[in-house]
T-cell receptor, first 114, second 112 residues
Framework: DVKVTQSSRYLVKRTGEKVFLECVQDMDHENMFWYRQDPGLGLRLIYFSYDVKMKEKGDIPEGYSVSREKKERFSLILESASTNQTSMYLC?????????????FGPGTRLTVL | QKEVEQNSGPLSVPEGAIASLNCTYSDRGSQSFFWYRQYSGKSPELIMFIYSNGDKEDGRFTAQLNKASQYVSLLIRDSQPSDSATYLCAVRETSGTYKYIFGTGTRLKVLA
């Protein structure tokens, strides 16, 4: 059973703080993704990584950075949190072997920035 | 800009009826299509995937794909109140990056 875990379910931070969101997968997947989900806007891709130390910007990378030092772990960093980064953050992973390569999601982190 | 479009709903159906959810996509070269279910406050979970034209059945769920018309649909037979959720359609990009494009989802309400 694929398992994607995220470090926190709920997080409250103050404006200007540096925030770290951690994601770990146990299926040896090459690809990992960070999304944010807001009502009416759907899932928006922030960054993804297709290999250790490799990353690519998604649709909304501004204000975020990522780190992937190990294959199983993908971190999202908010350099200086702002109130407009209050959102649900979802991590996902997928493999490259096989045809479908479906994405499996973690439970999500609901971040509130005050 | 590649897009995946869904009607946001809510789509309300009585218990026991067939719920029909639709999705259209803009990238004609797309090959892989996915349906996720998301309960309120939870993360999306995969329920179906399809890549060939036609129907694919799994229990009460049937995915239908028509590449010529660029739409994919999900039928839920014998709908139950527990099926009430938001259903997300996703299309894998053709560029080889394994990125998905998600629709904004259709909210389904099954009335007991």
């Amino acid at each position: 059973d694929v398992k994607v875990t995220q470090s926190s379910r709920y997080l409250v931070k103050r404006t200007g703080e540096k925030v770290f969101l951690e994601c770990v997968q146990d299926m040896d997947h090459e690809n990992m993704f960070w999304y944010r989900q807001d009502p009416g806007l759907g899932l928006r891709l922030i960054y993804f990584s297709y290999d250790v130390k490799m990353k690519e910007k998604g649709d909304i990378p501004e204000g975020y950075s990522v780190s992937r030092e190990k294959k199983e772990r993908f971190s999202l960093i908010l350099e200086s949190a702002s109130t407009n980064q209050t959102s649900m953050y979802l991590c996902a992973s997928s493999g490259v072997r096989g045809y479908y390569n479906e994405q499996f999601f973690g439970p999500g982190t609901r971040l509130t920035v005050l | 800009q590649k897009e995946v479009e869904q009607n946001s709903g809510p789509l309300s159906v009585p218990e026991g009826a067939i719920a029909s959810l639709n999705c259209t996509y803009s990238d004609r070269g797309s090959q892989s299509f996915f349906w996720y279910r998301q309960y309120s406050g939870k993360s999306p979970e995969l329920i179906m995937f399809i890549y060939s034209n036609g129907d694919k059945e799994d229990g009460r769920f049937t995915a239908q794909l028509n590449k010529a018309s660029q739409y994919v649909s999900l039928l839920i037979r014998d709908s139950q109140p527990s099926d009430s959720a938001t259903y997300l359609c996703a299309v894998r990009e053709t560029s080889g990056t394994y990125k998905y494009i998600f629709g904004t989802g259709t909210r389904l309400k099954v009335l007991a």
